[in-house]
């Protein structure tokens, strides 16, 4: 059985998603692709390390309004206020803009809107909470809890 790492090392990871497993189906492809070889001996870089270098800067260079600052702050303290949760730390508030500064890089945008860091929270922060025992016991979990947090704080206009 795995074992949940502490809070401290948790809140290292950049974000969280979860792929969920194949379909029947498309794990039998698997199995038939990966009998002979393995897929890890056929690839070949997409990417330099100066391209990836380069893309890096770039999203740092993806301008944040103050008022989206303030809204993704917003939500990080809001998961701090919250009595069911040990909130995410400032660490989390600096992640959430990075991944909305990515997110837009990646979609062409020049700026980081509202709906980028509502985009971003989930995979973000949702692993940074830690649910309190009775929220736990009354089937409570950082997921949900969040999802009504990023409900009642308000995007700028």
Same mark, same amino acid.
């Given at each position: 059985?795995?074992?949940?790492?502490?809070?401290?090392?948790? *809140?290292?990871?950049?974000?969280?998603?979860?792929?969920?497993?194949?379909?029947?189906? *498309?794990?039998?492809?698997?199995?038939?692709?990966?009998?002979?070889?393995?897929?890890? *001996?056929?690839?070949?870089? !997409?990417?330099?390390?100066?391209? $990836?270098?380069?893309?890096?800067?770039? !999203?740092?260079?993806?301008? !944040?309004?103050?008022?989206?600052?303030?809204?993704?702050?917003?939500?990080?303290?809001?998961?701090?206020?919250?009595? *069911?949760?040990?909130?995410?730390?400032?660490?989390?508030?600096?992640?959430? $803009?990075?991944?909305?500064?990515?997110?837009?890089?990646?979609?062409?945008?020049?700026? !980081?809107?509202?709906?980028?860091?509502?985009?971003?929270?989930?995979?973000?922060?949702?692993?940074?909470?830690?649910?309190?025992?009775?929220?736990?016991?009354?089937?409570?979990?950082?997921?949900?809890?969040?999802?009504?947090?990023?409900?009642?704080?308000?995007?700028?206009?």
């Amino acid at each position: 059985r795995a074992v949940p790492l502490p809070e401290a090392p948790l *809140d290292r990871f950049f974000g969280r998603l979860s792929v969920g497993y194949p379909s029947l189906d *498309d794990e039998l492809r698997i199995l038939a692709a990966q009998a002979q070889k393995h897929p890890i *001996d056929l690839l070949q870089p !997409v990417i330099s390390e100066a391209e $990836v270098l380069a893309a890096r800067e770039a !999203v740092k260079a993806v301008h !944040v309004s103050p008022a989206v600052a303030r809204y993704a702050a917003s939500i990080t303290a809001a998961t701090r206020s919250n009595a *069911d949760l040990l909130g995410a730390s400032t660490r989390g508030t600096l992640a959430l $803009v990075r991944g909305a500064q990515g997110l837009a890089y990646l979609r062409g945008r020049e700026f !980081v809107s509202p709906d980028l860091v509502k985009a971003m929270a989930e995979p973000v922060l949702a692993h940074r909470l830690i649910v309190r025992p009775q929220a736990t016991a009354m089937g409570q979990t950082a997921r949900a809890i969040l999802a009504s947090i990023m409900e009642q704080v308000l995007p700028p206009v």
